[in-house]
């Protein structure tokens, strides 16, 4: 084996551990014996690797080497980059995809020689690879806070138009909606029965028969996640009635009913699918901290969707990818931020993105919201419904009253507008009627047959908390220094559909367009599936935190000031040194790894080494115990490879960037890769 020096091995160790590599020195340095030898010793260890040159003569230094422009088949380099994507799509010959997609990496010698448009080729090329290579089908659940759903679209169907997508819709009574209520219904043994429309009327009919007592109805819990700093899997939900199952039982459930329901609606239309042949994407809020999203992820397996199945999509990004794809909608141009307010029912998710020359997104401010959604103004009417009523009567209410009042109020929420109308009415339960005696509202509230009429100013008073918080939200990305030329706003959820809530953005920011595409509540579910099957839509992301690991180092009286200190084998140590990987605000392009970092076991027979991770909103943490750090949870790494051999050590690389943090952990003896895993639920 040919020896490298030290900064070799560094190169070589960079090309193992997946990162792209430019190797630059002037000739004679050693270029060519550091790739010689880096791509036999990847050999080796099982990997695929192609080496290429951009022209012929550099390739023949090697024995194997072609030109790239042949090895990704860009043909003689007379197509624009549509007309040669859709020749190796329609080609018979499938060589070129099939050896890009077996390729673990790819060498190009004389790199500095290629144009900027052989390179924009063959990344567009690869993006497609993966994109032909993918599963048959992309399913994605919404499985939101208030209501749920989900759509589909086959590969093929999305290789010839991108928004040929098909969005369930849900029948109850004689009404066809695009999603469900989220209410999960379960027996008094804890054994799922029903969902949706049904679970609200079959658990109706249950207390109407007074039977109800011992089962569990689930609704509008997803917020139970939001910001819980102990989530973990014995994490409890409570019930309507205030009994308690595990969270992870109930969101498994939902998930588990719309991933059978999408199943059954496949063997209705299409044959022989099976659930292995789909990708499956579950949208969760942008917001969403590491173990929530964790949490659903595990949801899911609970539910039967293996993780190399399943994707995480972040809700407000899946709608910038569906709305690039509305023809005539938003005449946005590239390199121009516009910003995404998902305003759902619990969430109200805000990021802006920017579309780059290659058409992917690149976003440019972390994704920012709260608890301001569509409940919200729910929550303001009930508080108005205790003043009129009182506590005793409103919770006398039986379940079918429940019910027909929450039908009744998000009614209401679609029919109120900014001006115009001087009142509204809603029809109220029977028993609300008789106990009617207002004196809390003289004049404002009047009750006409079976409704209530409500003074309008009153009616739009319940939208304003929520109304003034996004607003402020918005305001605060506004003044970024990075966003002063934002001119667009996208509006999508179901509650984005509300007029005031659209008027009161655009009376405060009169220089912004609101745009609210016409399936504004659906562009999440549609764009998740676009998503499925071209991930690398989205290029870029935000990093939301710094994130780091707690180390321990010898004691600097210089540095540790302010530090804790440990005594080990007589020698002094700093602990809980906030070792920073990644820094808040930075902009990563998707699959980014850190720089590796090196960690030794202390023991000689150590198996394995825990890294606690931590994440903090400001730049430059000391210690981990810094005001603001927050523990996320550990990293176990395998080093039981090498066990009682000396100066062992584990190189660790943090996959940032993506919609999940990943860690990778490779045995610098063995050269074995660990895929050690981010425990984020650790409580
Ligand atoms: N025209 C409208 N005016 C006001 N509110 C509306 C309108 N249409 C729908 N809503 C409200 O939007 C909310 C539902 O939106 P959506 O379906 O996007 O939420 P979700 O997916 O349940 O929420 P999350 O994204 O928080 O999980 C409900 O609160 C509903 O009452």
Not at 406 to 417: A, I, P
Not at 489 to 517: A, E
């Given at each position: 084996m040919t020896v490298l020096n030290d900064e070799q091995q560094r190169a070589f160790a960079l090309m193992a551990s997946g990162h792209n590599v430019a190797i630059l020195r002037?000739?004679?340095?050693?270029k060519t014996m550091l790739v010689r030898e880096g791509v036999k010793r990847l050999r080796e260890r099982g990997k695929c690797v192609t080496v290429t040159a951009s022209t012929g003569m550099a390739a023949r230094?090697?024995?194997?080497a072609t030109t790239v422009h042949h090895w990704a088949g860009l043909?003689?380099?007379?197509?624009?980059n549509k007309e040669l994507l859709s020749r190796i799509r329609a080609s018979e010959d499938q060589s070129i995809v099939e050896r890009i997609k077996t390729a673990d990496s790819l060498v190009i010698d004389?790199?500095?020689?290629?144009?900027s448009k052989t390179f924009e080729q063959n990344s567009d090329i690869a993006g497609l690879v993966s994109e032909m290579s993918s599963k048959i089908a992309v399913a994605a659940i919404d499985?939101?806070?208030?209501y749920s759903g989900y759509a589909f679209s086959l590969r093929s169907d999305f290789q010839k138009k991108p928004t040929a997508i098909q969005l369930h819709r849900w029948s109850f009574g004689n009404v066809s909606y695009n999603k469900v209520p989220t209410s999960i219904l379960f027996d008094e043994f804890r054994n799922f029965h029903s969902f949706g429309f049904e679970a609200e009327q079959n658990y109706a009919k249950l207390a109407a028969a007074g039977t109800h007592k011992d089962w569990y109805l689930f609704r509008k819990?997803?917020?139970?996640?939001?910001?819980?700093?102990?989530?973990?899997?014995?994490t409890t939900l409570k019930d309507t009635s205030g009994k308690t199952m595990q969270a992870i039982d109930v969101f498994a459930a939902g998930i588990a009913y719309l991933k059978n329901h999408l199943m059954k609606t496949f063997s209705m239309s299409i044959?022989?699918?099976?659930?292995?042949?789909i990708h499956w994407i579950l949208t969760v809020p942008a917001i969403w901290d590491d173990s929530a999203k964790q949490f659903v992820r595990k949801s899911a397996n609970k539910a039967g969707i293996v993780d190399e199945h399943l994707t995480l999509a972040l809700e407000p990004e899946a709608a910038a990818v569906y709305c690039q794809h509305i023809p005539d909608l938003i005449p946005i141009p590239v390199g121009s931020p516009f910003m995404v307010l998902d305003c759902g029912g619990g969430t109200v998710d805000v990021t802006v993105h920017t579309i780059t020359a290659n058409g992917t997104l690149k976003e440019l401010h972390k994704p920012t919201g709260g608890d301001w959604g569509g409940i919200k103004v729910d929550d303001a009417f009930y508080e108005f419904l205790l003043e009129v009523f009182g506590m005793a009567v409103v919770r006398s209410l039986t379940e079918q009253d429940k019910l027909e009042l929450q039908g009744s109020l998000d009614e209401l929420k679609r029919k109120v507008?900014?001006?115009?109308?001087l009142s509204y009415t809603i029809t109220i339960p029977i028993c609300l009627i008789e106990k009617f005696d207002n004196v809390s509202y003289l004049g404002r509230v009047k009750l006409v047959g079976d409704k209530l009429k409500i003074d309008a100013v009153l009616v739009k008073s319940f939208f304003d908390a929520s109304v003034k918080s996004i607003l402020s939200c918005v305001q605060k990305i506004l003044d970024h220094?990075?966003?002063?030329d934002l001119r667009h706003v996208i509006m999508v959820g179901g509650?984005?559909?509300?007029d005031i809530l659209k008027d009161g953005l655009q009376m405060r920011f009169p220089n912004l367009q609101i745009i609210r595409p016409v399936d504004a509540a659906t562009a999440i579910l549609k764009g998740s599936v676009i998503y499925g099957h071209r991930?690398?839509?989205?290029?870029w992301r935000v990093m939301k935190f710094t994130y780091g690991v707690s180390v321990c180092s010898k004691y600097d009286e210089e540095k540790h000031k302010d530090g804790v200190l440990r005594c080990f084998d007589g020698v002094l140590k700093c602990v809980g040194?906030?070792?920073?990987y990644i820094e808040v605000d930075e902009i990563l392009q998707v699959g980014y790894k850190t720089h590796e970092r090196y960690y030794t076991p202390?023991?000689?027979?150590?198996a394995e080494c825990e890294l606690s991770t931590f994440c903090t909103g400001?730049?430059?943490?000391?210690?981990?115990?810094?005001?603001g750090c927050k523990e996320l949870g550990k990293i176990t790494l395998s080093?039981?490879?090498?066990?009682?051999?000396?100066d062992r050590h584990v190189r660790v690389n943090m996959i940032l960037g993506d919609t999940e943090l990943k860690v990778e952990a490779i045995?610098?003896?063995?050269?074995k890769l660990y895929n050690a895993a981010f425990d984020f639920m650790q409580h």
């Amino acid at each position: 084996m040919t020896v490298l020096n030290d900064e070799q091995q560094r190169a070589f160790a960079l090309m193992a551990s997946g990162h792209n590599v430019a190797i630059l020195r002037q000739a004679g340095t050693g270029k060519t014996m550091l790739v010689r030898e880096g791509v036999k010793r990847l050999r080796e260890r099982g990997k695929c690797v192609t080496v290429t040159a951009s022209t012929g003569m550099a390739a023949r230094q090697y024995k194997d080497a072609t030109t790239v422009h042949h090895w990704a088949g860009l043909l003689d380099g007379r197509y624009d980059n549509k007309e040669l994507l859709s020749r190796i799509r329609a080609s018979e010959d499938q060589s070129i995809v099939e050896r890009i997609k077996t390729a673990d990496s790819l060498v190009i010698d004389e790199i500095s020689m290629i144009s900027s448009k052989t390179f924009e080729q063959n990344s567009d090329i690869a993006g497609l690879v993966s994109e032909m290579s993918s599963k048959i089908a992309v399913a994605a659940i919404d499985f939101g806070t208030t209501y749920s759903g989900y759509a589909f679209s086959l590969r093929s169907d999305f290789q010839k138009k991108p928004t040929a997508i098909q969005l369930h819709r849900w029948s109850f009574g004689n009404v066809s909606y695009n999603k469900v209520p989220t209410s999960i219904l379960f027996d008094e043994f804890r054994n799922f029965h029903s969902f949706g429309f049904e679970a609200e009327q079959n658990y109706a009919k249950l207390a109407a028969a007074g039977t109800h007592k011992d089962w569990y109805l689930f609704r509008k819990f997803k917020m139970a996640l939001y910001r819980n700093e102990s989530l973990g899997e014995s994490t409890t939900l409570k019930d309507t009635s205030g009994k308690t199952m595990q969270a992870i039982d109930v969101f498994a459930a939902g998930i588990a009913y719309l991933k059978n329901h999408l199943m059954k609606t496949f063997s209705m239309s299409i044959v022989f699918m099976e659930e292995g042949d789909i990708h499956w994407i579950l949208t969760v809020p942008a917001i969403w901290d590491d173990s929530a999203k964790q949490f659903v992820r595990k949801s899911a397996n609970k539910a039967g969707i293996v993780d190399e199945h399943l994707t995480l999509a972040l809700e407000p990004e899946a709608a910038a990818v569906y709305c690039q794809h509305i023809p005539d909608l938003i005449p946005i141009p590239v390199g121009s931020p516009f910003m995404v307010l998902d305003c759902g029912g619990g969430t109200v998710d805000v990021t802006v993105h920017t579309i780059t020359a290659n058409g992917t997104l690149k976003e440019l401010h972390k994704p920012t919201g709260g608890d301001w959604g569509g409940i919200k103004v729910d929550d303001a009417f009930y508080e108005f419904l205790l003043e009129v009523f009182g506590m005793a009567v409103v919770r006398s209410l039986t379940e079918q009253d429940k019910l027909e009042l929450q039908g009744s109020l998000d009614e209401l929420k679609r029919k109120v507008v900014p001006s115009g109308k001087l009142s509204y009415t809603i029809t109220i339960p029977i028993c609300l009627i008789e106990k009617f005696d207002n004196v809390s509202y003289l004049g404002r509230v009047k009750l006409v047959g079976d409704k209530l009429k409500i003074d309008a100013v009153l009616v739009k008073s319940f939208f304003d908390a929520s109304v003034k918080s996004i607003l402020s939200c918005v305001q605060k990305i506004l003044d970024h220094s990075r966003l002063t030329d934002l001119r667009h706003v996208i509006m999508v959820g179901g509650y984005s559909d509300s007029d005031i809530l659209k008027d009161g953005l655009q009376m405060r920011f009169p220089n912004l367009q609101i745009i609210r595409p016409v399936d504004a509540a659906t562009a999440i579910l549609k764009g998740s599936v676009i998503y499925g099957h071209r991930p690398q839509s989205i290029g870029w992301r935000v990093m939301k935190f710094t994130y780091g690991v707690s180390v321990c180092s010898k004691y600097d009286e210089e540095k540790h000031k302010d530090g804790v200190l440990r005594c080990f084998d007589g020698v002094l140590k700093c602990v809980g040194i906030f070792d920073k990987y990644i820094e808040v605000d930075e902009i990563l392009q998707v699959g980014y790894k850190t720089h590796e970092r090196y960690y030794t076991p202390t023991l000689l027979n150590q198996a394995e080494c825990e890294l606690s991770t931590f994440c903090t909103g400001s730049k430059n943490p000391q210690y981990v115990t810094d005001i603001g750090c927050k523990e996320l949870g550990k990293i176990t790494l395998s080093m039981a490879d090498s066990i009682g051999q000396k100066d062992r050590h584990v190189r660790v690389n943090m996959i940032l960037g993506d919609t999940e943090l990943k860690v990778e952990a490779i045995d610098a003896q063995t050269g074995k890769l660990y895929n050690a895993a981010f425990d984020f639920m650790q409580h």
